[in-house]
């Protein structure tokens, strides 16, 4: 009889470890099912038509010198997406070309062009240096 209770009691003891190993992998399981993955373009995806998912969201990598003044900015954002944020990387050497990246997230179904230009703070639009466009269809 008091082997059956040791028996017992061990058996609980496993099963109290083995518990929050099966939740945290179910988490783990459910978790990456759902992750997103961002689709990254670059200059060299310069007028080209994209499709992406409703509620996706995607980077643009677009080199830019900060030395001279200049950056990107958004000329013309359709209602389909939403800008989530805009951050620099690289750089560290005066007068180099650092990549500026925006990260955008589709909001609602459709089709819209994305316009990027890249130009000084001071200087109005049609003295844009450059221009990347993206033709952008929610799905």
Same mark, same amino acid.
């Given at each position: 009889?008091?082997?059956?209770?040791?028996?017992?009691?061990?058996?609980?003891? =496993?099963? =109290?470890l083995?518990?929050?190993? $099966?939740l945290?992998?179910?988490?783990?399981?459910?978790?990456?099912?759902? =992750?997103e993955?961002?689709?990254?373009?670059? $200059?060299?995806?310069?007028?080209? !038509?994209?499709?992406?998912?409703?509620?996706?969201?995607?980077? $643009?990598?677009?080199?830019?010198?900060?030395? $001279?003044?200049?950056?990107?900015? !958004?000329?013309?954002l359709?209602?389909?997406?939403?800008?989530?944020?805009?951050?620099?990387?690289?750089?560290?050497?005066?007068?180099?070309?650092?990549?500026?990246?925006?990260?955008?997230?589709?909001?609602?179904?459709?089709?819209?062009?994305?316009?990027?230009?890249?130009?000084?703070?001071?200087?109005?639009?049609?003295?844009?240096?450059?221009?990347?466009?993206?033709?952008?269809?929610?799905?």
């Amino acid at each position: 009889m008091g082997n059956k209770a040791y028996k017992s009691s061990s058996l609980k003891s =496993a099963e =109290a470890l083995l518990l929050p190993l $099966i939740l945290a992998s179910a988490i783990i399981t459910v978790l990456g099912t759902h =992750a997103e993955e961002i689709v990254n373009f670059s $200059i060299n995806d310069n007028n080209r !038509a994209v499709a992406v998912g409703l509620h996706n969201s995607f980077s $643009i990598r677009l080199p830019v010198q900060l030395g $001279i003044g200049s950056s990107w900015q !958004a000329a013309s954002l359709p209602g389909i997406l939403e800008q989530e944020n805009m951050i620099f990387e690289g750089g560290g050497v005066p007068g180099g070309t650092e990549m500026q990246v925006f990260r955008f997230r589709s909001v609602q179904e459709g089709r819209g062009k994305l316009v990027l230009i890249n130009l000084r703070p001071w200087e109005p639009p049609t003295k844009a240096q450059e221009l990347f466009t993206l033709t952008v269809t929610v799905k």
